[in-house]
């Protein structure tokens, strides 16, 4: 191994580790506000890349009827609950919010033609249809059960997670798509080739942590999600409502994930199913950060990439096996040095 | 309520009467989980099937495995007891069909596998008796690629794979015969179905600066090694197998597939043979009736080895019903005597002629070397 090898495997895997670390702070973000072990976070990623593909490929993608199904549903059930606990004046904000919305997206999709319209317009489109699933999941799967254990939620994450790549399989196919990059361009940087798409990628990752930072530092909702993860009970004591910051992270987390989706669609092909993996690796970043700090899941995220990328160079059948066994010596290592609170039940 | 069951009941006994006159199939495929791309177009196929065999009625029982060795035995027996099948279809990959060739075998019910693996029907010993399938040994595939890398000055070459039984199978095949062709292996690498880069394997492959790379891998995700190596630079020849042989393939890896060279069944590209080849006719009769009913340019290889079972069980059923009805344990040994009878069968993928040890019955007109030109998959002679 030369230098340019070194440094190639570097690039690759810093990349990689890039978007891992967008998916690891949303899985430290949710798990902290929620307490929910976010499995299906992998399928955005998915949703996000195929829907633009679908898109481009001309097609009506199949997540828009998921998202007007879930709307329809998300506004029955809520309706329901507004009417029977005598409170009719909240129909008016689910209509709006779970009926009106959808349909308008919906209506944009079929009228304009995304075909035909520059990049830029058909991702706006390709999130607007993904990211409101966020909120709508956590209404239908994980709002009823807000206060169960963290088993309870992990074992609703694996439900969801499978009615989501079985949908994910009926919408798109079982064969992967690729979508144009957003930047032909290449740099030479000495011996080194950068492609423009590698540079979106990075840019647009510090972007979003830098976002979050100052989302989480400076706003009211940022400060009320923090506080609601730090306390709950003390949170809601002081009038924050643990609903809307369950909706509020999931919210995050699927705008996360499908717009990395959308970075990483150029650069390799993306399948009904390939968000899991993706999210699993995430999932060690945030393991090694212990589902608390976000800067240490970052970090986590380019150790995992740059690991995944040297070990597919040295030992390409074993490159998973390399990469998953790291959270063993990762946990033994986090639970000699902090001490362990039993959850209160 | 009672008088309901009541009814439910009678009909229920009508269907189970009816049903014993039938033919019964029961169809296994992987429509959906990691093999769903080959699962479905196979999945399609048997709905074009005939629905009368010999003037008897059949009945096609389709069930899915999710690409699950477990739910493939699960399901394999409710074929076999619940539904009580003449003859088991499937499944769509190597690990379900080997591991249902035992339960085939104890009920004494032939079974024809869609997938690839030699070890399938060979050696055909007291259980694989039983046991018949219709693609092509990797063997086959393989002596194809070495043969052209031979005729076109291939000194050294590199291998890349799936980390699957798919590969290491194509590993074992091809690694013995580039010997015995004095060919030398430089690298050989593994790759995932879903992993998001290769570069670390490219850049191990592209040091040793092989003449000639060969792509172990089954559909699109067989592009992404590919697509790294145009982007790396390399300059060599590169072969894939026939794996990657829909027209997926071709849309997700587009002009970076230019001038790739693979082996396969002749279906792909049945148009351009010579009409002196037998298989021609066959082909594109299967085409048609598959383009027909799902839209020009969705017709693949795999569901094509879906319609040469089905033609296997076509030609063989006339024979069987002379010696037993449909339904009986006579009917079911009489229909293996026939299946291992085939003699000259023009299928989608070459000619069938079995024989009691050898349960494929492929020759090498069941392939053929192409080449990807323009986007298209063309026939080279």
Partial sequence: MDLQIALLLGQDGIVNGAIYALLALALVLVFAVTRVIFIPQGEFVAYGALTLAAFEAGKTPGTLWLLLGAGVLVALIDTVIAVRGGNPGRIKRIVLWDLALPAAIAGLVLWLEPATLPLAAKVALSLAIVVPLGPMIYRLAYQPLAEASVLVLLIVSVAVHIALVGLGLLFFGAEGS???????????????????????????????????????????????????????????????????????????????????????????????????????????AAIIAGLVSYPLAAAGAILVGLLESFSSFWASAFKEVIVFTLIIPVLVWRSLTSHHVEEEE | MRMKSLVAALLSAGVVTFAYADITVGVLVSATGPAASLGIPEKNTFALMPTTIAGEKVKYIVLDDASDTTTAVKNTRKLLTEDKVDVIMGSTITPNSLAMVDIAAEAETPMISMAASARIVDPVDAKRRWVFKTPQNDVQMSTAITEHMNNSGVKTVAF?????????????????????????????????????????????IMSTNPDAILIAGSGTPAALPQKTLKEKGYKGKIYQTHGVANNDFLRVCGKDCEGTFLPAGPVLVAAQLPDSNPVKKSALEYIAKYEKAHGPGSVSTFGAHAWDAGLLLANAVPAALKKGKPGSKEFRAALRDALEGTKNLYAAHGVFNMTATDHLGLDQRSRVMVKIEGGKWVAQK
């Fill in chain 1, 178 to 284: 690729r979508t144009t990059p957003f930047s032909e361009a290449q740099f030479n940087v000495g011996t080194l080739t950068v492609n423009g798409q590698t540079l979106w990628v990075l840019g647009a990752s510090c972007v979003l942590i830098v976002a979050l930072y100052l989302f989480f530092g400076r706003t009211l909702y940022g400060k009320a999600l923090r506080a609601t993860a730090i306390n709950r009970v003390g949170a809601r004591l002081m009038g924050i409502s643990t609903t809307l910051a369950g909706k509020l992270s999931f919210t995050l987390a699927a705008g996360i994930g499908a717009l990395s989706g959308i970075l990483i669609a150029p650069i390799t092909t993306v399948y009904y199913d390939t968000g899991f993996l993706i999210g699993l690796k995430g999932f060690v």
């Fill in chain 2, 160 to 204: 890349i794979g799936f980390s699957d039984a798919y590969g290491e199978g194509w590993w074992q095949e091809f690694s013995k015969i580039a010997e015995v062709r004095k060919m030398k292996v430089v690298a050989s690498e593994r790759f995932n179905r879903a992993d998001t880069s290769v570069t670390g394997q490219i850049l191990k």
